[in-house]
């Protein structure tokens, strides 16, 4: 199994582009959960996805933030038009029907807003 | 709201030595789970603790759930440097997980 892939690892963009994000989950997983970790405020849930659909979608910071789930095995979460203040790192995590709270990380990207 | 508060924020220490990191809320939980992270990767499941008074030990790492169900710690005996990471606890509420910031931990040789 070749766990929970993000892409890109490292993305250095300038304030006002559009960025997007790509996260693939492990087959068989059904849920999908968009997580942002800065030092500041450690990591914070951005969108929480179960069999596609978007249950909660409340710490999405604001309305240039969006998050779609095609299909059930990948993700994309973009950012349009992208601040200073997006620079963080982004993960996503999948979880099984099985164990719903046995969170399996990607690896994240780094994101860096100029 | 719940507030999550995880201590030391900072921890160093020499191989060899023990330590405690604590996880303290003002809320019950059903229940509680610690990760670890290393340098550039994503959080990593260490344990699930469900009871309270809960003790669970994986090699050197002893878990102990508090037993108001608020609070929790991690005891790591003898430390090697390949515990160095950030230690986060997660109590679960609800569908998703909260992360408290985390414990940095560093292990020198």
């Known amino acids: 199994d070749a766990g929970v892939i993000q892409s890109p690892r490292h993305e250095v963009t300038e304030m006002g582009q559009e960025v997007t994000l790509r996260c693939k989950l492990i087959?068989?997983?059904?849920?999908l959960f968009w997580y942002r970790q800065t030092m500041m405020r450690g990591l914070e849930l951005l969108i929480y996805f179960n069999n596609n659909v978007p249950i909660d979608d409340s710490g999405m910071p604001e309305d240039r933030f969006s998050a779609k789930m095609p299909n059930a095995s990948f993700s994309t979460l973009k950012i349009q038009p992208s601040e200073p203040r997006d620079s963080a790192v982004y993960f996503c995590a999948s979880s099984s029907r099985d164990s719903p709270l046995g969170y399996t990380f990607g690896s994240g990207t780094r994101l860096t807003v100029v | 709201t719940q507030l999550l508060e995880q201590s030391p924020q900072f921890l160093s220490i020499q191989e060899g030595e023990n330590l405690t990191v604590y996880c303290n809320s003002s809320s019950v939980f059903s229940s509680l789970q610690w990760y670890r992270q290393e340098p550039g990767e994503g959080p990593v499941l260490l344990v699930t603790?469900?009871?309270?008074?809960e003790v669970k030990k994986l090699k050197r790492l002893t878990f102990q759930f508090g037993d108001a169900r608020k609070d929790s710690s991690l005891h790591i005996t003898a430390a090697q440097p390949g515990d160095t990471g950030l230690y986060l606890c997660?109590?679960?509420?609800?569908?998703?997980?909260?992360f408290g910031k985390g414990t940095s931990l560093l292990v020198t040789p």
């Open positions: 087959s068989g997983h059904n849920s």
């Open positions: 997660a109590p679960v509420s609800g569908y998703a997980l909260n």
């Open positions: 603790v469900v009871t309270g008074g």
